[in-house]
């Protein structure tokens, strides 16, 4: 934060770029102002830890079939009126308990897990604890997983990133008009956001299909389109809204989430539906047509996977997996053998 007269901040993490008085705080409502001095009052507080499978968050393509130590935390830089988790991204007064980022991470390790996720609420409005806990849990041989909005600015999102092994990317739809007026957000801000991730990270995204807050069948067509220019077997997940917080229309008809997944696939390879009980999911080799990994819920069978060569793939230089039928590479980060980050030091 940037110190100015009369003892005011100007905290310029995310698009808001927040002027705080004595004794305010930000939009976020976890970045505060104490005596004309940054203020984190919530700096490892932790609303939630959990062990989930890696697909719930959804991460389809990284480590398939193994677990995440997942850890929420509190607040947020955008008001969706929709969010499933309003409980601790809308407010701050639910409890929980203050971990330093080394128990974090040695919580994490005792689990078994391979990675570690920051989820949940959105993490990225605790930065400065992102950024120790990742590097702690990096040292130790762990993976790093980041679910965010991606509602950072380039600066500090890049900082972030190269500190992340995968990223799972809301783009909440192709408007950004309704980015902002409805989100309080910014669709170019997630956009630069994917653009970094996909440099630095594994990335996947996903759309949630909230009824009214786009026209989907241009969105949807337009953010496939714009993840295709970074690379079209970059996964996408469409996924159905369901009454939530401050919504209360129907959930999304799967007919329309099938549809719409079409449509995407015109330009992704790697089209997926999500939030709808009851359907499996497959990913088949692009170049023999193989079943690679097929998941009925959150079971998963990855065995068409086989261990592959880093950077095989132009999509990323993080792809370690091939077709067990083929041979071919496969845009996968292999549950045996995960390649290394890019970077063995992210920079500070």
Known sequence: MESLPEG????????????LAEGARGICRVRGNSG???DLPFYGLVSSLALDPIEKKPLLHFLPGTEVFSAGFYGCNLRCPFCQNWEISQGTEAGGSRLKPSALVDLALASGAPSLAFTYSEPTVHFEYLVEAADLAREKGLRTVLVTNGQLNHEPAERLLTRMDAVNLDIKCFSEEAYRRVLKGELHQALDFATLAWQTSWLEVTTLLVPGLDEWEGAVEGIAGFLAGLSPLLPLHLSAYHPAYRMEEPPTRAALVHELAARARKSLAFVYEGNLAGEDSRSN??????????????RVEAGGL?????????????????CASCGEPAPFVHPLRGDPPIRSRAKS
């Open 36 to 38: 004309g001095k940054p």
């Open 8 to 19: 005011r901040l100007s905290c310029s993490l995310c698009h808001h770029r927040c002027i």
């Open 306 to 322: 086989a261990p592959g060569v880093p950077g095989s793939l132009p999509m990323s230089p993080r792809s370690a997996a091939s």
């Open 285 to 298: 080799c692009q170049a023999c047509g193989s079943l690679l990994v097929s998941r009925r819920g959150y």
